[in-house]
């Protein structure tokens, strides 16, 4: 049985929680965590609860720890589960620069454990059936793609932190990371990039950020945005290949070639789990996990979310939003 100690009982810890119970051998052994709402939580489950991780660890058989701590305080809580011996499964991002990431992976080495990063786009149906296409190669090369991520602004966020720029990242950290993740496992680091951003004059932060990254014989764009604007969410891609254009609306893909009918490929999740935010019953979290605890069973990375891959995204949006 592996067990997983909890770290953070908000909205992502309770959707993990819940996906946990959904996989054969592992369960949530305990939570840690430093407000009354962790605490409420941990006794709505009948979990033993801790005020800290090192605490959680000292007192309760735990082989990875799972943090779903606000953003700023991803880092610490990598660092005391790799400071206690164990694996750990962290929500995205790991941190807000590259050097600190490379600390944390270069931590862990020394303490021989492993580190997940749950950039969960990676495991969305759509993002594996256009990782087959470019790695197939099966309508050509790619020439040209773009990606869009759009919300409604984040009102939501309990003491405002997702607005403070060295606590989320704001947009480009917060947002376009699960596109930028997705597009540098695809196509790898790009040759150069820019980013341009707008903003309200009455807006501490900037609202919509576009973002353009060049490769050899092709360029790729990406919008993303937390919108003053009561729009639905909305997110997707369309990548044009040598022999087809290949779309996702957030839901269908479809591939249209010249002279055929278009291809709609099956997206259907088999197995669909309930989320309590403001995200649709789905599978992704459950594949996430499942491959996150398969890599912990034989203490292997993951190959899906790679150190480099993490690393290189980081190092990019750094050296946007440097200025």
């Known amino acids: 049985m592996i067990r997983i100690g909890l770290a953070g009982a908000g909205g992502m810890g309770a959707v993990h929680r819940e996906n946990y119970r959904h996989i054969g051998g592992v369960c949530v052994a305990a939570v840690a965590g430093a407000s009354e709402k962790d605490a409420a939580k941990a ?179 990406a919008e993303a945005g937390w919108l003053n604007a009561d729009i639905p969410f909305t997110a997707g891609w369309r990548v044009c290949f040598e022999g087809a254009v290949v779309t996702n609306d957030g839901g269908v893909v479809t591939a249209y070639g010249a002279g055929v009918p278009p291809k709609v490929f099956d997206t259907e999740e088999k197995i669909l789990v309930r989320t309590g935010i403001n995200v649709p019953p789905t599978g992704t979290y459950l594949a996430e996990l499942r491959h996150f605890t398969d890599c912990v069973s034989r203490g292997v990375p993951s190959d899906r979310v790679t150190r480099e891959q993490v690393v290189t995204v980081l190092e990019l949006l750094e050296g946007m939003t440097a200025s």
């Open 43 to 221: 006794s709505e489950w009948g979990l033993p609860f801790y005020e800290s991780i090192p605490e959680m660890l000292g007192a309760e058989e735990i082989d990875a720890v799972d943090v779903c701590t606000p953003t700023y305080l991803h880092a610490d809580g990598i660092r005391e589960g790799i400071e206690g011996g164990r694996h750990v499964i962290t929500e995205k991002p790991m941190a807000l620069t590259g050097a600190d990431a490379k600390a944390l992976f270069g931590a862990a080495d020394a303490a021989g454990v492993q580190i997940y990063v749950a950039h969960v786009l990676q495991f969305h149906r759509q993002s594996e059936i256009l990782r087959d296409i470019v790695m197939s190669g099966e309508y050509g090369r790619p020439l040209d793609a773009y990606f869009y991520r759009l919300s409604v602004c984040p009102r939501w966020a309990e003491g405002g932190w997702l607005f403070e720029r060295e606590k989320s990242g704001l947009v480009p950290f917060d947002l376009h990371i699960h596109d930028l993740d997705l597009i540098v496992s695809l196509f790898g680091c790009p040759l150069d990039f820019k980013m341009t951003r707008s903003a309200a004059h009455d807006r501490g932060y900037s609202e919509h950020c576009r973002f353009s990254y060049r490769y050899e014989g092709m360029g790729v764009t």
